[in-house]
């Protein structure tokens, strides 16, 4: 027997909305500052999950350096904050802020010993993003990190 236990839940947030643009498959091209010379391939992924109330990114490279990952997207309306909870097949979980404002998707996290951050630039109509990432072990020096260019293969 199968119960449907909170299904009126599974509704779309529309607090997400704005990262419908997301949605699809997307193949990805970059590098990695600890990988000169080597140019990554992979692929990436967003689907909305239980109606809408969540979205989720699955993301993979090719090169064995760089881990696997899975993303779930949400928001909280009381502290006016969208959130993304990451893990990897390292056993990494990490949680950033998200934002996506004037055609340029954002993604960060301010922690003791290793900050990230991450801005996506909308080029092309919403059919590529040309992203770059940066980290910081100070709080206040950063240099490079994973540079990725997504290009969309298929919207759902």
């Known amino acids: ?31 990695h500052p600890m990988l000169p010379g080597k140019t990554l391939h992979g692929r990436t992924s967003f689907t909305w999950a239980e109606g809408g109330a969540f979205l989720v990114m699955q993301s993979e490279i090719d090169e064995p350096e760089i881990p696997s990952g899975i993303a779930v997207i949400g928001t ?9 909870l990451y893990f ?3 056993g ?3 949680r950033y802020l998200v934002s996506l404002r004037n055609d340029q998707w954002h993604w960060w996290r301010d922690a003791a010993g290793f900050s990230q951050r991450f ?7 919403g059919n590529r993003i040309v992203g770059k990432g940066e980290l910081s072990r100070d709080g206040v020096t950063w240099e490079g990190d994973l540079q990725l260019t997504y290009t ?3 919207s759902r």
Do not use: Y
Not at 5 to 30: D, Q
Not at 76 to 84: F, G, H, L, R, T
């Open 1 to 31: 027997m199968s119960t449907h236990i909170g299904h009126e839940a599974r509704i779309p947030n529309r607090a997400l909305e704005p990262l419908n643009f997301l949605i699809g498959e997307w193949s990805t091209v970059g590098s």
């Open 76 to 84: 909280d309306v009381d502290a006016n904050e969208c959130s993304m």
């Open 88 to 90: 990897d097949e390292r």
């Open 92 to 94: 990494v979980s990490r």
């Open 119 to 125: 801005i996506g630039m909308l080029v092309d109509d």
């Open 152 to 154: 969309r293969v298929r």
